[in-house]
């Protein structure tokens, strides 16, 4: 008979069998379940610091269904279950593509009403009389090389801020976790988009913008779908059908197989984006958009150049 090998916790120092540890390739750390749940926990506290920690703070949290939005949502319901006069309140945005949104909105309303966290659901629809799919179909008719990824993007970026200050948010939680920022980063170093990466990790000073939060910023995907799992939430895992089409992807291919040769190498990316932007000149405020007046970096924001070309504007709420 086979001894089974054990490995003791690198942070409770108890044994345990070795598949019931998970090795940190960056750190050379393993840890077992327990520890590993606590150390999430841990860097997600230190990462939203005292100023957000405290009474009387509502956090909007952008809830997709999937294991980041949902495991980001658990950590902050934790945390703020136990100070005053401070909630969460969860908000999911129906894109409406056919076959993938409705599940991951399920999943979204399971989690909220088994937590007792209050929630608010809108659709694209509601605020552009469009659905993603139709866009995208009509994108494909004017021969707009527009990706679907740039436009669902933005808008759902709009729409939860909107409801975030409709409901009196005063910071708005997104799930971005360490791959998603290192990705971020890289697009813009790639593209040589200075002014990008001058504002990447910098909200609007705006009365008309709440300030957004990832409070995942810093524990890499593997690692937030481990926690989901060892707590097995139940979150939607397929992939939005429009992802394979978008440049992110290729640049994630890049730093997966970087962080797979050079164990924290995301760390390093962003580590040293952040050291950067003590020499960048990150304006204090940006501009207003002259169709819909919410602050934006150009003349036109995003949003409504795309509704403009998409023949859109009209119906638009913005």
């Known amino acids: 008979m086979t001894a089974i090998s054990k490995s003791k916790c690198g942070k409770c120092g108890n044994a345990f069998n070795d598949d019931e540890l998970y090795f940190q390739k960056h750190s050379g750390t393993k840890f077992c379940k327990e520890c590993f749940i606590k150390d999430t926990k841990r860097k997600v506290r230190k990462n939203l610091g005292k ?33 005053p006069n401070s909630k969460i309140v969860g908000i999911m945005v129906n894109e409406g593509i056919e076959g993938f949104r409705n599940d991951g909105i399920e999943k979204g309303i399971k989690f909220c009403e088994e937590y007792g966290i209050e929630y608010h659901i809108v659709t694209f629809s509601e605020y552009i009389d469009s659905d993603l799919d139709s866009i995208v179909a009509i994108a494909k008719e004017k021969n707009m090389t527009m990706n679907p990824c740039s436009f669902c993007g933005v808008i759902r970026r709009k729409i939860l801020n909107r409801v975030a200050i409709e409901k009196g948010c005063d910071y708005l939680a997104i799930g971005h976790n360490l791959d998603d920022i290192s990705q971020a980063v890289m697009m813009n170093y790639i593209e040589g988009d200075i002014k990008k990466l001058a504002i990447l990790g910098k909200s609007s ?88 007046g919410e602050p934006s970096a150009l003349k036109i924001c995003k949003v409504c150049s795309f509704l403009k070309d998409l023949g859109l504007e009209e119906n638009s709420k913005f």
């Open 51 to 83: 100023n957000i920690l405290k009474n009387h703070i509502t956090i909007g949290v952008g809830i997709s269904g999937g294991k980041d939005s949902l495991v980001m949502a658990h950590i902050l319901n934790e945390f703020f279950n136990q100070i």
């Open 205 to 292: 000073q705006s009365d008309k913008f709440v300030k957004r939060i990832k409070p995942l910023s810093k524990i890499p995907e593997e690692e937030v779908k481990l926690f989901a799992d060892i707590l097995e939430m139940d979150y939607h895992k397929e992939p939005c059908p429009y992802s394979c089409l978008s440049y992110r992807s290729e640049v994630s291919d890049i730093i997966d197989t970087l962080e797979e040769k050079h164990a924290g190498a995301m760390y390093s990316i962003v580590a040293g984006y952040e050291r950067l932007l003590e020499y960048l000149e990150v304006p204090e405020s940006v501009g207003i958009c002259e169709k819909c």
